[in-house]
């Protein structure tokens, strides 16, 4: 550590003794010289602003500002105060210092070792703590996910590389250079993808899985994004200094405690703007809540990688590919069981054919991949659209409920991703009853009941899963399950997109083939013929899933529901389509001669949608 053993400080030269406490312990002190740091615990509190100053190089100009003593900490209802706070730009405190006088030991110093951690637990900037008698010195960190605390070696001191660089500001020549709004630059079609860059970093430095280190990379997209917007709706003759950035920053700490805080802002932003909108918004989208989880020196080195570059602004298929390149790598690492794969989706979207009217439903999103490929499809296919139509298409027409609350933040970024449509993603489970969605019910009326309200869904829900005992609880609740003890998943998933689709409505849907085929699944089949017209059938092949971590052979059906029972009654052709070569192995090596767009293509022209 560099800190240096205590050393007594004359009491005509403390620091701040405009503090009422200060300028008490100094008059104390100056009364009765033979009293000590073990006697005045001020002596301890004056040595360590010193070594603030002198050893750790924090700019003698902060003390007052931004090196502050007594600073008010709320920890639940009741209001403490703080030895020392070392804040950053913002006036967030970064670092706390406790201290006590040399005569405190043993469980009074375990005691006041509790208390610094209740105040970096109450502060969501402050990640690192100092507490010291003097004699004895301990060096905290507060760990994020989990909440818990663990010792380090020291203290940053204020010195990082990036001081002394002038800050990022909104660029108005690149602005008018790129036709863009933020004044950054885009991200580069070239020289390495800095998302997968970035979650490198976080898997290097701090340890994570791919999967986790994904999560934690939505968190900053997400924050950068928001102050992406900050910067592009200011005036151009206003100077907007972006807050995404580790330039003129000391340390990583000071960096790490700025984005925190402006992602925390970010979350409290979307809550007030579509909780407004949106009834439940709090409890069925609010997974941003979710603190970012990262250590200081991870994150400020995110923050480094993409800081200079605009998210905004890039293309959507640059940003698109980028992010579905770090989350191919964290499905790998073991998320399969919420992704399905490109080549499907492709296939299933280009079938389904949406249109900017449609609304569309995926109730088990997982990555909510078939929702942004949809939005790619209507931006390509329909290139001049009103941009009032096109807005509405991606605020309210895209939907989606998965119960992971990670798959959603993935999600969520997806959609942020490809210009917003975010807000539609819930996280709940799609099997409860209907009143538990009345933002779905109220889309096309606030005084709506009916749930048949979709004009497209496209879902994989999860199949080969073992019912748990709250989804034999649901089984009462739908035809298919009646007097039956234990079902697949995957036979309610049909049911509920059959609730959720309006008469005439199109379902795609990834079906494992023992639904198909096997003789104790035939009231499925019956059921469903009942209700639905089958359109098409595509079987896929057997490595499909295989390099997600399933082997199970299914199928994409294609249906449509029946408006009257006189559609029960009509003649109409159903197309098939073997798929041989999805275009990979099993192992997820490509191979040539993919038979993708020969399928599309003919299911395109054999499948007859009837018209609504």
């Known amino acids: 550590m560099k800190l240096r053993p205590f050393y007594t400080i004359p009491p005509t030269n403390w620091l701040l003794i405009s503090n ?32 603030l100053i002198e050893t750790y190089r924090y700019p003698a100009s902060w003390l007052g500002e931004r090196i502050v003593v007594e600073e008010i900490v709320q920890v639940a209802s009741s209001e403490k105060e703080s ?29 006041a070792e509790r208390q610094l951690e209740t105040y970096l637990s109450a502060t969501h900037t402050a990640t690192l703590g100092l507490l010291t008698n003097g004699l004895t010195t301990k060096f905290i960190r507060k760990k994020v996910n989990p909440n818990d605390f663990e010792y380090i070696a020291d203290i940053p001191d204020y010195g990082g590389a990036d001081r002394g660089r002038a800050k990022l500001v909104r660029d108005i020549e690149i602005v008018r250079a790129t036709k863009g709004k933020v004044g950054l630059k885009p991200l580069p079609r070239r020289n390495g993808n800095l998302l997968f ?125 980028t992010f579905q390149k ?24 280009e079938i ?59 999600a969520m970024t997806d959609m942020l991703m490809h210009e917003d449509g975010h807000s539609n993603i819930r996280n709940t489970d799609a099997l409860l009853t209907f009143d538990n969605y009345p933002d779905i019910l109220g889309i096309t009326d606030d005084a709506n009941t009916d749930p048949a309200i979709f004009d497209s869904i496209m879902t994989n829900p999860p199949f080969g899963s073992l019912m748990r005992e709250e989804a034999r609880k649901m089984l009462g609740r739908f ?55 089958l359109k098409g059938v595509i079987s896929l092949p057997t490595e499909t899933f295989a390099p997600f971590g399933t082997a199970t052979k299914t199928s994409l059906c294609l249906f449509q529901k029946m408006r009257t029972p006189m559609d029960k009654q009509r003649n109409y052709d159903i197309a098939f389509y073997l798929i041989e070569n999805i275009g990979y192995d099993a192992t997820g090596r490509e191979r040539a001669d993919s038979e993708i767009q020969d399928c599309v293509d003919f299911m395109k022209t054999s499948l007859q949608w009837e018209v609504v």
């Open 20 to 51: 009422g406490d200060i300028a008490t312990a100094q008059v104390k002190a100056l009364s009765d010289p033979t009293k000590t740091e073990y006697q005045i615990e001020e002596y301890v509190r004056q040595w360590i602003l010193q070594e």
């Open 197 to 321: 860059e970035a979650h490198s970093t976080m898997r290097d430095i701090d340890g994570l899985h791919d999967d986790n280190a994904l999560d934690e990379l939505c968190k900053i997209i997400y924050a950068k994004i928001y102050d992406e917007r900050l910067a592009s709706i200011a005036k151009e003759q206003d100077l907007y200094e972006f807050r995404f950035q580790a330039f003129g920053k000391g340390n990583a700490s000071e960096v790490a405690s700025e984005i925190r805080d402006l992602y925390k802002e970010a979350c409290e932003y979307d809550m007030r703007v579509y909780a407004q909108r949106i009834p439940g918004y709090d409890r069925s989208r609010g997974v941003f809540r979710e603190a970012i989880g990262l250590s200081d020196i991870a994150l400020a080195r995110v923050v480094e990688i993409l800081q200079e570059y605009s998210i905004i602004d890039s293309g959507v298929d640059i940003k698109s590919a």
């Open 83 to 111: 030895d020392i706070s070392i804040k950053n730009d913002r006036g967030r405190t970064y670092i706390y210092v406790e201290t006590k006088s040399a005569s405190v030991t043993g469980s009074e110093f375990e005691k």
């Open 352 to 410: 389904m054919q949406p249109s900017p009217k449609d609304l569309i439903l995926d109730p088990f999103c997982g990555s909510g991949h078939f929702l942004s490929k949809s939005l790619e499809y209507i931006q390509r296919e329909y290139p001049d659209i009103d941009e009032y139509i096109m807005h509405q298409f991606k605020m309210f027409h895209l939907h989606g409920i998965e119960k992971s609350s990670r798959m959603v933040r993935i």
């Open 326 to 349: 770090v989350l191919g790598r964290a499905i790998r690492a073991g998320m399969g069981q919420f992704f399905t794969p490109d080549e499907v989706v492709h296939i299933a979207v």
């Open 479 to 533: 035809e298919l399950g009646k007097k039956k003890r234990s079902l697949p998943l995957e036979v309610l998933a049909i049911e509920r997109c059959y609730q959720f689709l309006k008469p005439g409505g199109k379902l795609a849907i990834i079906l494992p083939d023992g639904n198909l085929g096997n003789a104790n699944v035939q009231f499925v089949r019956d059921w469903l013929l009942e209700t639905m017209m």
